[in-house]
Protein backbone atom coordinates (compact mmCIF):
# COMPACT_ATOMS: atom_id res chain seq x y z
CA UNK A 1 0.00 0.00 0.00
CA UNK A 2 1.26 3.58 -1.14
CA UNK A 3 1.34 6.03 1.91
CA UNK A 4 1.76 9.60 1.12
CA UNK A 5 2.41 12.35 3.06
CA UNK A 6 2.93 15.78 1.58
CA UNK A 7 4.23 18.51 4.39
CA UNK A 8 6.46 21.92 3.58
CA UNK A 9 10.26 22.43 3.44
CA UNK A 10 10.65 24.39 6.10
CA UNK A 11 14.02 26.11 4.53
CA UNK A 12 12.73 26.25 1.00
CA UNK A 13 9.09 27.25 1.08
CA UNK A 14 8.73 23.75 -1.65
CA UNK A 15 6.24 21.29 -1.04
CA UNK A 16 7.74 17.54 0.16
CA UNK A 17 6.64 14.58 -0.47
CA UNK A 18 7.18 11.77 1.15
CA UNK A 19 6.25 8.27 0.22
CA UNK A 20 6.18 4.23 1.07
CA UNK A 21 6.15 2.26 -1.39
CA UNK A 22 7.33 -1.46 0.00
CA UNK A 23 7.32 -3.64 -2.92
CA UNK A 24 9.86 -0.88 -4.68
CA UNK A 25 13.05 0.71 -4.11
CA UNK A 26 15.02 2.89 -5.42
CA UNK A 27 13.88 5.45 -8.69
CA UNK A 28 10.65 2.81 -8.87
CA UNK A 29 9.78 4.12 -6.08
CA UNK A 30 10.56 7.87 -6.26
CA UNK A 31 8.84 7.48 -9.90
CA UNK A 32 5.47 5.19 -8.28
CA UNK A 33 5.46 7.91 -5.77
CA UNK A 34 5.85 11.15 -8.04
CA UNK A 35 3.12 9.61 -10.43
CA UNK A 36 0.51 9.05 -7.79
CA UNK A 37 1.27 12.14 -6.73
CA UNK A 38 0.01 14.28 -9.75
CA UNK A 39 -2.66 11.90 -10.21
CA UNK A 40 -4.27 12.48 -6.44
CA UNK A 41 -3.70 16.34 -7.42
CA UNK A 42 -5.46 16.32 -10.85
CA UNK A 43 -8.17 13.81 -10.21
CA UNK A 44 -11.02 16.04 -11.17
CA UNK A 45 -9.24 16.91 -14.26
CA UNK A 46 -8.32 13.23 -14.89
CA UNK A 47 -11.93 12.32 -14.38
CA UNK A 48 -13.31 15.21 -16.97
CA UNK A 49 -10.76 13.42 -19.57
CA UNK A 50 -11.81 10.53 -18.99
CA UNK A 51 -15.58 11.55 -19.88
CA UNK A 52 -14.33 13.56 -22.68
CA UNK A 53 -12.13 10.94 -24.21
CA UNK A 54 -14.59 8.32 -25.64
CA UNK A 55 -15.71 11.59 -28.27
CA UNK A 56 -12.32 12.28 -29.40
CA UNK A 57 -10.41 9.96 -31.92
CA UNK A 58 -6.49 10.94 -32.21
CA UNK A 59 -4.03 9.78 -34.87
CA UNK A 60 -0.78 9.91 -33.41
CA UNK A 61 0.61 9.99 -37.23
CA UNK A 62 -0.79 12.81 -38.07
CA UNK A 63 1.09 16.38 -37.72
CA UNK A 64 -1.31 19.15 -37.23
CA UNK A 65 -1.76 21.14 -40.53
CA UNK A 66 0.44 18.54 -42.61
CA UNK A 67 -2.66 17.93 -45.09
CA UNK A 68 -5.93 17.04 -46.08
CA UNK A 69 -8.00 16.26 -42.85
CA UNK A 70 -11.74 14.62 -43.56
CA UNK A 71 -14.47 12.97 -42.35
CA UNK A 72 -16.36 13.14 -45.55
CA UNK A 73 -13.98 11.35 -47.85
CA UNK A 74 -15.85 10.95 -51.19
CA UNK A 75 -16.33 15.02 -50.98
CA UNK A 76 -12.88 14.89 -50.56
CA UNK A 77 -12.14 12.82 -53.65
CA UNK A 78 -14.13 14.98 -55.33
CA UNK A 79 -12.74 18.12 -54.35
CA UNK A 80 -8.84 16.54 -54.93
CA UNK A 81 -7.10 16.55 -58.53
CA UNK A 82 -9.39 18.22 -60.35
CA UNK A 83 -8.29 21.25 -61.47
CA UNK A 84 -10.68 24.34 -60.75
CA UNK A 85 -10.82 27.44 -62.86
CA UNK A 86 -12.13 30.74 -61.73
CA UNK A 87 -15.28 31.75 -63.00
CA UNK A 88 -15.96 34.47 -60.42
CA UNK A 89 -14.67 36.56 -57.82
CA UNK A 90 -16.51 38.55 -54.86
CA UNK A 91 -19.54 37.75 -56.54
CA UNK A 92 -18.56 39.80 -60.13
CA UNK A 93 -17.22 37.91 -63.32
CA UNK A 94 -13.91 36.81 -63.25
CA UNK A 95 -11.53 39.31 -64.54
CA UNK A 96 -10.25 38.56 -68.01
CA UNK A 97 -7.25 38.03 -68.01
CA UNK A 98 -4.60 36.45 -70.54
CA UNK A 99 -4.32 33.03 -68.44
CA UNK A 100 -7.61 32.02 -66.31
CA UNK A 101 -6.50 31.51 -63.19
CA UNK A 102 -6.94 27.91 -61.41
CA UNK A 103 -5.85 25.99 -58.12
CA UNK A 104 -5.73 22.14 -58.02
CA UNK A 105 -5.93 20.31 -54.74
CA UNK A 106 -3.03 17.77 -54.53
CA UNK A 107 -4.68 14.42 -52.78
CA UNK A 108 -0.66 12.61 -53.01
CA UNK A 109 1.02 15.45 -51.12
CA UNK A 110 -1.30 18.09 -49.25
CA UNK A 111 -0.46 21.07 -51.74
CA UNK A 112 -2.65 23.31 -52.96
CA UNK A 113 -0.85 24.47 -56.51
CA UNK A 114 -2.20 27.13 -58.95
CA UNK A 115 -2.00 29.94 -61.26
CA UNK A 116 -3.26 33.75 -60.40
CA UNK A 117 -3.47 34.51 -63.69
CA UNK A 118 -0.02 35.49 -64.45
CA UNK A 119 2.36 34.06 -61.34
CA UNK A 120 1.89 30.54 -60.07
CA UNK A 121 1.37 29.69 -56.00
CA UNK A 122 1.34 26.79 -53.69
CA UNK A 123 1.38 25.85 -50.49
CA UNK A 124 0.00 23.26 -47.52
CA UNK A 125 -3.88 23.43 -47.43
CA UNK A 126 -6.46 21.28 -44.55
CA UNK A 127 -9.73 20.17 -45.48
CA UNK A 128 -11.97 19.06 -42.32
CA UNK A 129 -15.93 18.70 -41.77
CA UNK A 130 -18.35 20.35 -42.09
CA UNK A 131 -16.96 22.30 -44.67
CA UNK A 132 -13.84 23.83 -43.68
CA UNK A 133 -10.84 24.48 -46.25
CA UNK A 134 -7.55 26.28 -45.03
CA UNK A 135 -5.97 27.28 -47.74
CA UNK A 136 -2.16 28.55 -47.10
CA UNK A 137 0.47 30.29 -46.46
CA UNK A 138 0.70 30.53 -49.98
CA UNK A 139 4.10 31.61 -51.46
CA UNK A 140 4.15 32.85 -55.26
CA UNK A 141 6.65 33.73 -58.64
CA UNK A 142 7.16 37.59 -59.00
CA UNK A 143 6.47 37.77 -62.67
CA UNK A 144 6.44 40.85 -63.95
CA UNK A 145 2.63 40.89 -64.75
CA UNK A 146 0.26 43.48 -67.02
CA UNK A 147 -2.71 42.75 -64.56
CA UNK A 148 -2.04 42.47 -60.49
CA UNK A 149 -5.00 43.18 -59.48
CA UNK A 150 -6.76 40.96 -60.37
CA UNK A 151 -4.41 38.38 -59.69
CA UNK A 152 -3.92 39.97 -55.93
CA UNK A 153 -7.66 39.81 -55.72
CA UNK A 154 -7.70 36.17 -56.42
CA UNK A 155 -4.82 35.28 -53.85
CA UNK A 156 -6.62 37.42 -51.46
CA UNK A 157 -9.67 35.34 -51.89
CA UNK A 158 -7.82 31.80 -51.56
CA UNK A 159 -5.97 33.57 -48.09
CA UNK A 160 -9.11 34.16 -47.00
CA UNK A 161 -11.31 31.20 -47.24
CA UNK A 162 -12.48 29.33 -44.42
CA UNK A 163 -15.43 27.29 -45.95
CA UNK A 164 -16.41 25.77 -48.98
CA UNK A 165 -19.65 24.16 -50.97
CA UNK A 166 -19.44 21.88 -53.91
CA UNK A 167 -21.78 21.63 -55.73
CA UNK A 168 -21.58 19.23 -59.51
CA UNK A 169 -18.79 20.73 -61.04
CA UNK A 170 -18.79 24.28 -58.60
CA UNK A 171 -16.73 24.92 -55.88
CA UNK A 172 -17.46 27.99 -53.74
CA UNK A 173 -15.40 29.53 -51.32
CA UNK A 174 -16.36 31.97 -48.48
CA UNK A 175 -14.73 33.77 -45.72
CA UNK A 176 -16.52 32.68 -42.16
CA UNK A 177 -19.40 30.66 -43.45
CA UNK A 178 -21.37 29.84 -46.59
CA UNK A 179 -24.03 32.85 -46.19
CA UNK A 180 -23.20 36.07 -48.27
CA UNK A 181 -21.38 37.03 -51.29
CA UNK A 182 -18.81 33.92 -51.54
CA UNK A 183 -15.43 34.86 -52.15
CA UNK A 184 -14.65 33.13 -55.48
CA UNK A 185 -16.32 30.45 -57.61
CA UNK A 186 -14.61 28.16 -59.96
CA UNK A 187 -15.29 25.09 -62.01
CA UNK A 188 -13.90 21.65 -62.57
CA UNK A 189 -12.27 21.77 -65.96
CA UNK A 190 -10.65 18.76 -67.52
CA UNK A 191 -6.88 19.29 -68.16
Same mark, same amino acid.
Given at each position: ?7 ? +????? +? ?19 ? +? ?79 ? +? ?46 ? =? ?8 ? =? ?17
Amino acid at each position: MLKIRMSL +AARAG +APAIHCRWPAYTGQESVILCL +AMSLVSCLRPAAALVLLVAPACSFDLNERPNAGSITTDEPVAAALQDVRWELRELGGQPAPRTERRPFLLLRNNRPRVEGR +AACNQFSGPYTLAERGRLRLGPLVTTRSACPDLAAEGAFLQALNQAQH =YRLSRNTLTL =YAADTLGTPLARLEAVNE
